[in-house]
Antibody, heavy 120, light 107 residues
Framework: QVQLVQSGAEVRKPGASVRVSCKAS????????IHWVRQAPGQGLEWVAW????????DSAQKFQGRVTITRDTSIDTAYVELSSLRSDDTAVYYC?????????????WGQGTMVIVSS | EIVLTQSPGTLSLSPGERATLSCRAR???????LAWYQQKPGQPPRLLIY???SRATGVPDRFRGSGAETDFTLTISRLEPEDFGVYYC????????FGGGTKVEIK
């Protein structure tokens, strides 16, 4: 079945970086955008960035530009998000999700989420 | 930039009752690229509605999306116990953003 499986929880100190992975299975990886969405504890959903796994193009929300890097490895159907210069307010669950390659499309499959804790 | 405002913040209802959730956009949502998601504690969101009114695969027909341009509604005709949770609207056209959510809780 279609799945997005994410890497495990991470704990980082302020100023450090973190990378989270998202492995796709059950579908053609390059046929869907991968997005990253985060959710701070007790808060709502916030879109972070996307990558087109086919061509490698990316975009991110303005507040993350300069701090977020999205990459993919098509040989293992995996996307990555890296967030640098971490602050305490980056503490959140980070989800990967997908949308159809024919833009725009809603987010129809989600990963299980990865908790990132930023604490000194 | 479009801003999505959901109301009410919390809806307290009993199973079997009708739920009406609102999502209002400051700025028009292009081509009704508006989705609704359901989220339960400890779980990722689940897509319910896309294109303002189309149900996603496997979504029961008690969920109905309606509206256009700046005013959208998600109606749950008769609440089942598994419908309680938080609902988010999302604009996915020219920009990608979510509303603040409406919590549907058991009265």
């Amino acid at each position: 079945q279609v799945q997005l499986v994410q890497s495990g929880a991470e704990v980082r100190k302020p100023g450090a970086s973190v990378r989270v992975s998202c492995k796709a299975s059950g579908y053609t990886f390059t046929d869907y955008y991968i997005h990253w969405v985060r959710q701070a504890p007790g808060q709502g959903l916030e879109w972070v960035a996307w990558i087109n796994p086919n061509r490698g193009g990316t975009d991110s929300a303005q507040k993350f530009q300069g701090r977020v890097t999205i990459t993919r490895d098509t040989s293992i159907d995996t996307a990555y998000v890296e967030l640098s210069s971490l602050r305490s307010d980056d503490t959140a669950v980070y989800y990967c999700t997908r949308s159809g390659i024919l833009w725009p499309r809603a987010f129809d499959v989600w990963g299980q989420g990865t908790m990132v804790i930023v604490s000194s | 930039e479009i801003v999505l405002t959901q109301s009410p913040g919390t809806l307290s209802l009993s199973p079997g009752e009708r739920a009406t959730l609102s999502c209002r956009a400051r700025g028009s949502v292009s081509n009704n690229y508006l989705a609704w998601y359901q989220q339960k504690p400890g779980q990722p969101p689940r897509l319910l509605i896309y294109g303002a009114s189309s149900r996603a695969t496997g979504v029961p027909d008690r969920f109905r999306g309606s509206g256009a341009e700046t005013d959208f509604t998600l109606t749950i005709s008769r609440l089942e116990p598994e419908d309680f949770g938080v609902y988010y609207c999302q604009q996915y056209g020219t920009s990608l953003l979510f509303g603040g959510g409406t919590k549907v809780e058991i009265k």
